[in-house]
């Protein structure tokens, strides 16, 4: 675009002024015309002027001979010779007195009678010249010379000519000043219409640039709502997650941290925490080394950075952290800081430790449970006299066993209640409008799963023999069971006192079984108590004194 | 019975009744002889601070009600009474003090408590 618009302003510069000088040479040329025309007569005139004096002179010189002697004959021969020349209209010799000697005249023209010497006159176009005849100064006569001008035609055809020249050069003038003006004028419309597009295309080009700022200004504006809304959305997230950030200058160590990033490390906005050594004295010990080597091998490896450990509050308050980061680096793959959030996973451990614990705590029950039934199926294989016994016997404790675990599960395997392990086993034995039977009378105790599985099976072995051979094998049987908190003799204790009534007779038995063993031996040993059974005659008396511990207690 | 191990005087220490039962009558399978069962800590200690009772050895239980039998261990180390633990929670379960000792897994039938009482409790003279 700019290359172009320098030629054409020059060049229309040059023509700027073409018509009016195309005018000026036409009209110069005219007048120059002329004035040569004019010129041209003048000297055609002297021209003229001097050849007819010469010819006048010529002829005086010729017939002085002739009129000094008189010989008209001679002077009428030399007359004759001039009327050759058609120019001359008429021609004639006159004596002293001024009378005509010889003469010539054309047709239609005559010569003066008489004549007198005079200078050379313009009559018309007809220019008359007189000389004197003389010799030897004697004064002879004169002559009389009358010649035609150029007639008018033929000037007219010569001065026609030089117009046509002047006519045609002034019109070839014009019409190259007029081609020249409609080329200047085609020149000026292409330079004004260059202009014009020069203008239009600066305009364009500036409107472009313009357009082109204005796109740059829109997209940096645009860019910078969305960094604006994706900071706000991040900010937003990351509360709302309630996560920390920062930001690691691994040059420097400076850190700048948010303020969730201060809360993971019990520190408030006004603590300082700007050097990661300042972070570092928060880590708890034991975790620091592992810390390091994680953003160390982060680093290294370019790998995502994902740790946990515990930190340090200044009240000595223990938090779990989790901080994820990255790593940046430069053109060179040299790390040149590292960022990223960081979780209070506190709440999150403190479950982890709970679960691991129920795990633990359920895979000890199962284990306790199965060695519980392994003891069962020995036990009961000891004393069971046929395979059927056995059957029947080692289902039903199962089967009292599932029961404990029914009541555990109830209160989530905390304190069970002494009242429910003693009904659940024995109201199996009594159809629903027998329960006055059944007398059960104390405090609420809680046991724990052992000591409630244990209960369980003891209570279930009473119940058995009672169901067998005791008050519940017949139909006016009754069991009054009783507890209480003794702490007059000892350690606080909870006695139990079992007593069946309206039974047949009883007689001890011949020989301790497992079920007597169980409930004299076991219970005994496990709650490092005593257990009294005795097989008095009104029916069977068990009595349980059993100190208070974590596994046997009033509750709460 | 099994000539290594009989006549061995055990405690037992075990809080499940049902379970101390059955160990109880493993080994007098096995031809010990249970000297004292103990279902708490303080029976334990109680048993082993009782120097009128000889003891060769000892089945622990870790557990016990949500005490650790540990210090009945600690007694029984410095009486120089060898011991096993019976354990419910595994081998982790067992505190790195005393990962040394051998342990038993609830639950266990005779020949594992037997293989064990021989190689870790058994007297050299009688094997």
Redesign the interface.
Known sequence: MKVGSLKPSLISRQWKAGPGIVVLIAVGLLLAGLSMALYNEHLASGQKLRAVTVQAEILSGSVAAALAFDDRETAQEYVAALSANRDVEAVGVYDTQGSLVAGYSRPGSRLPATNRVHAPNWVGDRLVVTAPVAQRNAQLGSVYLRTIQDPFIRRAARYGGIALLILMASLVVVVLGVSNGSLAKAHRALQAEMEERSKTEEALRLSREMEAAAQLTLATERGRAALRQSEQQLEFALQAGRLGSWELDLETRRLTASEFFRANFGLGPNDNLTRYEELFARVHADDRDDQLQAVDRAIADKTDLETEYRTLSPEGEIRWILVRGRAVYDEHGSPVRMAGVSLDITARKLAEERQRALL?EL??????T???????A??TS?TAKTLVSFKSAFLARIGALARAHDLLTEVAWEGASLTRVIGRTIEPYFADGQVDRISLSGPDIRL?P??A??LT??FHELATNAGKYGSFSTLSGRVNVKWRIDDTNGPAAVEIDWQEAGGPKVAPPSRRG?GS??IE???A????GQVQLIFGPDGVCCRMRLPI???LKLAA | MVPALMGLRLLVVE????????IE??LDDLGCVVVG????V??GLALVGDDSIDLDGAILDV?L???KVYPIAEALCSRHVPFIFST???ID?ISTSFAHVPAL?????EQALETLLISAIARPAAS
């Open positions: 633990d895979n000890h029950r199962v284990k306790n199965l060695a519980t039934v392994q003891s069962i020995m036990q000891r724990g052992n000591a599985v244990t099976m003891a497992f063993s169980f031996r076991g219970v040993r496990e709650f490092d511990s974590t596994k | 809080d499940e009744a049902m379970v101390a039962m059955m009558n493993m069962v103990a279902g708490t303080s029976r557990n009600g949500g005490e419910g929670y595994g379960g897994a609830k639950p266990y039938n």
